[in-house]
């Protein structure tokens, strides 16, 4: 599985911007897709991630600002976020996991994309 993200960039605070991560290769064995973001200093943060039954899970930190959604060939995911803060500033990661149990599992990993939000 080969994964792209895209949409990054500079916006001002209560700006909006869109990201996208499509998913190629084997995606019939891709149970789960989502975003981690890690900010400057800051460690690894799980931002969102949506199930191939479209089940959806949000940080605390982005609920009712941040939307997580997927297609219905389930290859590509899009994280809309509204209402952004400084604090959002991080390299945001698209990913995608791959369950072989309920505790084993194998995550892919696309390059990180940059979003900047300025005061």
């Known amino acids: 599985v080969q994964l792209q993200a895209s949409g990054g960039g500079l916006v001002q605070a209560g700006g909006s911007l869109r990201l996208s991560c499509v998913a190629s290769g084997s995606i019939f064995s891709i149970d789960l897709m989502g975003w981690y973001r890690q900010g400057p200093g800051n460690q690894r943060e799980l931002v969102a991630t949506?199930?191939?039954?479209?089940?959806?899970y949000y940080a605390d930190s982005v609920k009712g600002r941040f939307t997580i959604s997927g297609n219905n060939a389930k290859n590509v995911v899009a994280l809309q976020m509204n209402s952004l803060k400084p604090e959002d500033t991080a390299v945001y990661y698209c990913?995608?996991?791959?369950?072989?149990?309920?505790?084993?599992?194998?995550?892919?990993w696309g390059q990180g994309t940059q979003v900047t939000v300025s005061s």
């Open positions: 949506i199930t191939r039954g479209d089940s959806t």
């Open positions: 990913y995608a996991s791959r369950y072989y149990s309920s505790t084993a599992k194998y995550d892919y």
